[in-house]
């Protein structure tokens, strides 16, 4: 396949409504460069698969414009866009085989008889599946017939892809599999690409920057680290992994940390990231991996815990406590190789560092 350096696309104020009055896409204003793995996140009905529909052309922006290559493409239909597309269903067709369904977007674009058998065969070894040409897609398995369907999207040699749930069908050993496969397929290629999913695992896996939807509005837009270590609200944090929630109120601000009090009175150190002021309600997210059982003197917050229930996982135990009036509160306890003296119902205290504490805003 030809290295693309990809295309550029850009949001500039795009809104979209269904029905003339409730916005499901609301003033999105949003710039991929050439080469981005760009993952749109969210549960459904967020409008992450609407800004997808948008910029392929199958929906119309209600306001807005999309642009491709600082190119204007509201009124540009679908097949002269030169974006390649991969759903989730496959969309293959039947009654072709696999070399006629990777040819037919060639045929399209009136493309020469030898050109067309060339790059069909350098799709498929791309995905591995040089020898299938022959085969029907009912004769494939799932994982096959999605790496067909990748191989379709990238046949022509577009300069963006867009991918719609592609791994939703597929078992979870294969989907994480075709993860990495499409991951590589893209560094190796520098192609652009779009990708829409619910699946949070699999957004911080692929890719370069991620943008969380929610009602319409990206919430945080950055790479998957800094989504996963530095949430800017409460939505952003309750969505990618998991976390544990402890409100209270600010009882004192110090530059960037906060001093906050928790319900039942236990005062806890925190990093300050979505409150302002004394009195500002709020609610404490902290990773459950960030929990530590060989507290010390030092630790920013040390507590008292009651083990409620312990369930082994292989590499880690997840620890359920009950803690400052939280009985939902989780702990990860890594296998090291040797068993940790923890009982059901013992009380054991348990801390963690003030930069691991993210004081949000409240949860209602």
Known sequence: MAISRGAAVRYESVQKSYDGESLVVKNLNLDIPPGEFLTML???GSGKTTCLMMLAGFEPATHGEIFLNDRPINNVPPHKRGIGMVFQN???FPHMSVAENLAFPLQVRKMAKAEQEEKVQRALDMVELGSFGNRRPAQLSGGQQQRVAVARALVFDP????????LGALDKQLREQMQYEIKHIHENLGVTVVYVTHDQTEALTMSDRVAVFNDGVIQQLSTPDDLYEDPQNSFVAQFIGENNKLDGKVIDVNGEACLVELHDGTKLKADRVNVSAVGDRTTLS???ERVEFDTHDEMDNVVDGRIEELIYLGDHIRVRMTVAGNDEF?????????RRDLT???HVPIGWALNDCKALDPVA
């Open 42 to 44: 969210g549960p459904s």
């Open 159 to 166: 300069e963006l892809v867009l991918m719609d749930e592609p």
């Open 330 to 338: 989780i702990a990860k306890v890594r296998n090291r190789g040797q």
């Open 286 to 288: 902290l990773r459950p």
């Open 90 to 92: 496959y969309a293959l």
């Open 344 to 346: 059901v119902g013992d």
